[in-house]
């Protein structure tokens, strides 16, 4: 089966995760073999977040686009309105119905890609409510992938990472530092074995 250059690494977050996807994204260097995929709750509002994120990012943050190519060293953020459906080697764009009350929603995007990356996918859950990325997660798991989630001490919102912690059991539970720092080594890592 076809991939990507390097893992694929799959967030959500919702209330309280913009400044973790900040301090995530800016700890991205490059190069960097991974595609990032962020779903953040923000249903059919327009969304700044691709611009937001840019700043402080050595990679180029951009929306989903319909059957684009999975580009290494990018990173893809769920447009309003939309899920992400992440293929072997393209993504897509879906209308389909609200997941947890929300489009774009974690959950579509993450079964996905577990059951297109397989073990080569990392999840990570961060602040927001409700349980959106749960059974995401729990599809990754099963795939062989990666599961991190948020301390939801930490959490502004703690009800996504509570229900993740109870849905699956997650290869860590780490503050957002620790989760910036991790991801980074991955992304770094993975450029370097295959430079």
Avoid at 73 to 84: E, L, R
Avoid at 101 to 107: C, F, G, I, K, S
Avoid at 129 to 147: C, M, T
């Amino acid at each position: 089966m076809p991939q990507t250059t390097g893992p694929v690494i799959v967030i959500a977050a919702s209330m309280g995760g913009l400044e973790l996807l900040r301090t995530i994204i800016a700890a991205l260097p490059a190069p960097c073999a991974t595609s990032v995929f962020i779903v953040w709750h923000i249903g059919a509002h327009p969304s700044e977040l691709p611009t937001i994120l840019q700043h402080g990012s050595a990679l180029p943050v951009e929306f989903a686009t319909d059957g684009a190519a999975i580009l290494p060293g990018h990173v893809y953020i769920a447009p309003p309105d939309h899920h992400v459906l992440i293929e072997a080697t393209r993504m897509r764009l879906s209308s389909g119905a609200k997941v947890h009350y929300a489009r774009p929603a974690a959950d579509p995007m993450f079964i996905s890609a577990a059951a297109s990356h397989g073990q080569n996918v990392i999840g990570i859950v961060l602040s927001g409510g409700d349980g959106d990325g749960a059974d995401g997660l729990l599809a990754i798991k099963q795939a062989g992938g990666r599961v991190i989630v948020q301390d939801p001490a930490e959490a502004q919102a703690p009800s996504m990472p509570h229900t993740a912690i109870a849905t699956v059991h997650p290869d860590a539970i780490l503050p957002i530092s620790a989760i910036a720092k991790l991801v980074g080594g991955l992304c770094g890592r993975s450029a370097q074995a295959n430079s």
